[in-house]
């Protein structure tokens, strides 16, 4: 099973920048789809972005325009550039990958907006 291991997350002043990575132990090829979550304390998990294995992108209306995922194929590593960031950004960011059998998660990087 491919594991998929996030990083880059931190404390950021609001309207500052993060990029989280999410590394797979093998080919990312191995999902047809891979995207971002977040779950903030006492909130569900929420979609932030996908990206298909062809390069297709969405976005939650909340992560449009400031956020902006992205692959890199030849590193196995999946990113998400978040810029302008809220407070109400705060939460733990999962990593997803999804193939016909079901889901592979990573462990989840907090993120914290804040001054």
């Known amino acids: 099973q491919v594991q998929l291991v996030e990083s880059g997350g931190g404390l950021v002043q609001p309207g500052g920048s993060l990029r989280l990575s999410c590394a797979a132990s093998?080919?990312?090829?191995?999902?047809?789809?891979m995207g971002w979550y977040r779950q903030a304390p006492g909130k569900q998990r929420e979609l932030v972005a996908t990206i298909t294995s062809g390069g297709s992108t969405t976005y939650a209306g909340s992560a449009k325009g400031r956020f902006a995922i992205s692959r890199d194929n030849a590193k196995n590593t999946v990113y998400l550039q978040m810029n302008s960031l809220k407070p109400e950004d705060t939460a733990v960011y999962f990593c997803?990958?999804?193939?016909?059998?079901?889901?592979?998660w990573g462990q989840g990087t907090q993120v914290t907006v804040s001054s």
């Open positions: 093998g080919s990312i090829f191995t999902f047809y789809a």
């Open positions: 997803n990958g999804r193939t016909s059998l079901g889901s592979n």
